[in-house]
Each structure stands twice: as structure tokens, then as C-alpha cells.
């Protein structure tokens, strides 16, 4: 279940999220949800980082 517009993550999952990124800084963003089992898009994850002045690997893709 997704988090809906307006809706906070806790300090418990951003704190989760940037202990995981310390820990295995190659991580992805469809990782650190999947390890986490965070109810939140990629793009949430993303803004903790980036808010933490932490930088993550980019997903994998077939565009180049």
C-alpha cells in the first residue's frame, strides 16, 4: 500500500533508509524499498536522500 499525497514518512523509516545507504552505498532505490518493505514510491526515497545530502546509485535501465 502506497503512502498517499500528504502523508509523512516516519523518522523510524527515514532513519532505516539512511542506515541502509550507509551501510551498502551501491544500493538502488527499488532496493532500498524491497529491503525495507517501505510503503512509499521511489521518488519519496529519493527526496529522503537527497534532503540527507545523501546521493544514490541510479536505477538500471536499457536507456543509454
Not at 552505498?25 to 518493505?37: A, G, N
Request: cysteine-free; hydrophobic content about 35%; proline content about 3%.
Amino acid at each position: 500500500q502506497a503512502l498517499f499525497r500528504g502523508q509523512k514518512v516516519t523518522e523510524e523509516q527515514k532513519k532505516a533508509v539512511i542506515k541502509l545507504v550507509e551501510e551498502r552505498p551501491d544500493i538502488t532505490l527499488k532496493e532500498i524499498i524491497e529491503e525495507l518493505k517501505l510503503p512509499i514510491k521511489k521518488s519519496r526515497v529519493s527526496k529522503i536522500l537527497l534532503n540527507e545530502k545523501m546521493f544514490f546509485k541510479k536505477e538500471t535501465g536499457t536507456r543509454k
